[in-house]
């Protein structure tokens, strides 16, 4: 009896030390927990508050290294850079900040046949012939280019060609002129985009040049046509600048320089700390004419769009803007250049006219409307589209059927049967196979299209113009 009293007392006794022991192991647990959860707070309050490229660094690293699904990508460091700059770039608010692979056509050079294209149905269209090109090659804007050293052109891309004439010093070309095909010999040399055209055959009264872009050398061909024009005795001058997109800055303003007083004003740029700059002309050395006219379309922009309103507001009543309202980019721009080739084009400013206007998205708005006869394709994407498909794309082609008489629907965005019956019955006067998708061959002919049109459509105006313009 008396081993169990003890036994009892000395399980009594042991129970309360078993308790202390579990109180200080609570105690000690819940101070170390208190401290883990504070020392991860702290560890994420820590990572919120630190420069968020170490992170951007941080993630490269694993995914360069540790990712499983690198080892499927050979120049994973690149891929991984270009998505990440692609990334920070998607924004709707600038298109106009992009990262580049080449300089297009704002190049000062190139190495190839001396020719512009663009796609024409099956084949390729010639645009532009550079007047340094051998003139024994003997290119014509409007030619169709067939073939290159016998290989057919049909269905090809412009990277098809480029390889067609790759290490070679000429090619044996064929191109269509007239419906009749032209054997040609292309010599593949180093040449200056041309970006400045004249024809003088239009009218005794009004000459007509062409800006197609502000290059680094556009201004030295403008200066030489304005000086031909009037050394043949033109006191009237109808300047073209439709389709033009802008390009520098520089060249913009010495243009300008070509028409205007010393010290005027031609374009102001403002950043986001409201700094401004004025770019002003720096020569009296200018070509005096009694009427410009100025021809514009929505599809001019930048430069094009500061060089109409400079001249329209420091030459007053001597300059008339023809056309429809352009563009509206009113933005400028920075490049930066690396290394691997590649650019940073990134927008840096806003920029004013003489007046202080801003045209950043309202355009510059013509005094004469002209607003033409032809298919206009703003905003057209090459995007390849089908039954089912939604979106700003279809909402363009519906406009652009629209517009060619094969869509009398409601621009909806969606891409419906009637859209698609549409769009058969495009392909089928077009002699094409009539698949009902905007595809690939699809887009080529309505571009197709859109050139003639063009082309036809600025012969027009251009006659317009001239027919009331005459003394």
């Not at 049967?417 to 089928?428: D, I, R, Y």
């Amino acid at each position: 009896m008396e081993d169990i009293v003890d036994y009892s007392k000395k399980l009594k006794e042991e129970s309360k030390k078993f308790k202390k022991i579990l109180i200080i192991a609570i105690v000690v647990v819940t101070i170390f927990a208190f401290s883990f959860g504070f020392y991860v707070s702290y560890s994420i309050k820590d990572n919120e508050d630190s420069d968020y490229s170490s992170k951007l660094d941080t993630i490269y690293e694993i995914l360069k290294d540790e990712w499983y699904y690198g080892k499927e990508d050979e120049n994973i460091e690149k891929t991984l850079i270009d998505r990440a700059i692609y990334g920070m770039l998607d924004t709707d608010k600038d298109p106009h900040t992009r990262y580049l692979t080449s300089l297009g056509s704002l190049a000062s050079s190139y190495e190839g046949l001396g020719i512009s294209v663009s796609e024409y149905k099956e084949y390729f269209v010639i645009k532009e012939v550079s007047s340094k090109v051998n003139i024994d090659s003997g290119f014509k804007i409007g030619d169709i280019l067939k073939s290159i050293d016998g290989v057919d052109l049909a269905n090809k891309s412009s990277e098809d060609i480029k390889s067609l004439i790759e290490n070679k010093n000429q090619v044996a070309v064929v191109v269509e002129r007239d419906g009749s095909e032209v054997n040609l010999t292309g010599y593949v040399t180093t040449y200056t985009p041309v970006t400045v055209f004249k024809d003088f055959s239009y009218s005794n009264e009004l000459a007509y040049i062409q800006i197609t872009e502000f290059a680094r050398d556009t201004s030295l061909f403008l200066d030489e046509y304005l000086k031909e024009a009037k050394e043949k005795g033109y006191n009237k001058l109808i300047l073209d600048l439709r389709d033009n997109p802008g390009g520098y800055i520089s060249s913009v303003v010495e243009c300008a320089d070509l028409f205007l007083e010393k010290d005027k004003s031609v374009i102001t740029t403002k950043d986001k700390e409201d700094n401004s700059y004025t770019y002003k002309t720096s020569s009296n050395d200018k070509y005096q004419f009694s009427k410009i006219i100025i021809l514009i379309n929505n599809n001019s922009a930048s430069g094009a769009e500061a060089l109409s309103a400079a001249l329209n507001e420091q030459l007053g009543d001597i300059v008339d803007l023809v056309g429809v309202t352009t563009y509206g980019k009113g933005s400028a721009q920075k490049m930066i250049y690396f290394t691997d080739g590649t650019y940073f084009n990134y927008t840096y400013a806003l920029w004013f006219t003489p007046n202080n206007n801003s045209i950043n998205k309202v355009g510059v708005t013509p005094e004469v409307a002209y607003t033409g006869t032809g298919i206009h394709l703003l905003s057209f994407s090459k995007t390849t589209l089908k039954k089912n498909d939604y979106g700003a794309n279809v909402a363009n082609l519906q406009n652009i059927l629209k517009e060619l008489g094969y869509y009398n629907g409601e621009v909806h965005s969606f891409y419906s049967e009637e859209v698609e019956t549409a769009v058969k019955a495009f392909q089928h006067d077009q002699g094409i196979s009539e698949t009902g998708e905007l595809d690939a061959l699809t887009i080529r002919y309505i571009l197709a299209l859109y050139h003639d049109s063009q082309v036809l459509d600025y012969l027009n105006e251009v006659n317009w113009v001239i027919n009331n313009y005459r003394n």
